[in-house]
Protein backbone atom coordinates (compact mmCIF):
# COMPACT_ATOMS: atom_id res chain seq x y z
CA UNK A 1 0.00 0.00 0.00
CA UNK A 2 3.24 2.44 0.67
CA UNK A 3 4.16 1.80 -2.66
CA UNK A 4 1.13 3.76 -4.56
CA UNK A 5 1.51 6.44 -1.99
CA UNK A 6 5.21 6.86 -2.56
CA UNK A 7 4.46 6.50 -6.46
CA UNK A 8 2.17 9.44 -6.35
CA UNK A 9 4.52 11.56 -4.42
CA UNK A 10 7.00 10.78 -7.12
CA UNK A 11 4.16 11.90 -9.69
CA UNK A 12 3.58 14.79 -8.42
CA UNK A 13 7.01 15.77 -7.14
CA UNK A 14 9.49 15.06 -9.85
CA UNK A 15 11.08 17.64 -11.62
CA UNK A 16 9.71 16.78 -15.13
CA UNK A 17 6.29 16.12 -15.93
CA UNK A 18 5.83 12.32 -15.61
CA UNK A 19 2.81 10.27 -15.87
CA UNK A 20 2.08 6.76 -13.35
CA UNK A 21 3.53 4.21 -15.66
CA UNK A 22 6.90 6.42 -14.99
CA UNK A 23 6.58 7.07 -11.39
CA UNK A 24 6.32 3.74 -10.68
CA UNK A 25 9.24 2.94 -12.97
CA UNK A 26 11.40 5.57 -11.29
CA UNK A 27 10.50 3.89 -7.37
CA UNK A 28 11.15 0.28 -9.13
CA UNK A 29 14.29 1.05 -11.02
CA UNK A 30 15.47 4.33 -10.01
CA UNK A 31 15.44 5.82 -13.75
CA UNK A 32 12.98 6.02 -16.26
CA UNK A 33 13.98 3.46 -18.96
CA UNK A 34 14.16 5.44 -22.43
CA UNK A 35 12.47 3.40 -25.03
CA UNK A 36 12.62 3.36 -28.72
CA UNK A 37 9.83 5.80 -30.43
CA UNK A 38 6.68 3.93 -30.96
CA UNK A 39 3.84 5.28 -33.11
CA UNK A 40 1.20 7.02 -31.71
CA UNK A 41 -2.46 6.02 -31.35
CA UNK A 42 -4.95 7.30 -33.67
CA UNK A 43 -6.44 8.80 -30.74
CA UNK A 44 -3.70 10.27 -29.18
CA UNK A 45 -3.11 12.36 -32.53
CA UNK A 46 -6.83 13.18 -32.67
CA UNK A 47 -6.28 14.69 -29.14
CA UNK A 48 -3.15 15.99 -30.12
CA UNK A 49 -5.52 18.12 -32.70
CA UNK A 50 -7.55 18.73 -30.46
CA UNK A 51 -5.80 20.43 -27.95
CA UNK A 52 -3.73 22.19 -30.00
CA UNK A 53 -6.68 24.29 -31.30
CA UNK A 54 -6.94 26.09 -27.76
CA UNK A 55 -3.10 24.91 -26.12
CA UNK A 56 0.48 25.82 -26.89
CA UNK A 57 2.58 23.23 -28.48
CA UNK A 58 4.68 23.24 -24.57
CA UNK A 59 1.29 22.50 -22.49
CA UNK A 60 0.87 20.01 -24.96
CA UNK A 61 4.08 18.56 -24.89
CA UNK A 62 4.02 18.78 -20.97
CA UNK A 63 0.64 16.51 -20.81
CA UNK A 64 2.06 13.80 -22.62
CA UNK A 65 5.57 14.13 -21.78
CA UNK A 66 7.12 14.97 -24.81
CA UNK A 67 9.34 17.93 -26.28
CA UNK A 68 7.99 20.66 -27.72
CA UNK A 69 9.63 19.67 -31.21
CA UNK A 70 8.21 16.16 -31.25
CA UNK A 71 4.17 17.60 -30.74
CA UNK A 72 5.34 19.68 -33.86
CA UNK A 73 6.79 16.85 -35.43
CA UNK A 74 3.45 14.38 -35.00
CA UNK A 75 1.42 17.49 -36.06
CA UNK A 76 3.04 17.90 -39.18
CA UNK A 77 3.22 14.36 -40.46
CA UNK A 78 -0.20 14.00 -39.62
CA UNK A 79 -1.24 16.77 -42.20
CA UNK A 80 1.20 15.38 -44.75
CA UNK A 81 -0.62 11.72 -44.56
CA UNK A 82 -3.44 13.79 -44.44
CA UNK A 83 -2.68 15.57 -47.50
CA UNK A 84 -1.41 12.90 -49.54
CA UNK A 85 -4.51 11.03 -49.16
CA UNK A 86 -6.94 13.83 -50.19
CA UNK A 87 -4.54 13.84 -53.23
CA UNK A 88 -4.32 10.25 -54.07
CA UNK A 89 -8.57 10.23 -53.79
CA UNK A 90 -8.81 12.99 -55.87
CA UNK A 91 -6.47 11.62 -58.49
CA UNK A 92 -8.32 8.27 -58.65
CA UNK A 93 -11.69 10.41 -58.66
CA UNK A 94 -10.77 12.01 -61.77
Same mark, same amino acid.
Given at each position: ?33 ? @? ?5 ? @? ?7 ? $?????? $? ?7 ? $?? @? ?23 ? $??
Amino acid at each position: MNENWYTLAIAVLYEKPCTIEQAFELYNKGNVVK @KSPKSRS @KEDIEDILK $LRKSLS $LQEIADIYC $LS @KSTVCRIIRKFKQKKSCYNSSITKH $LS
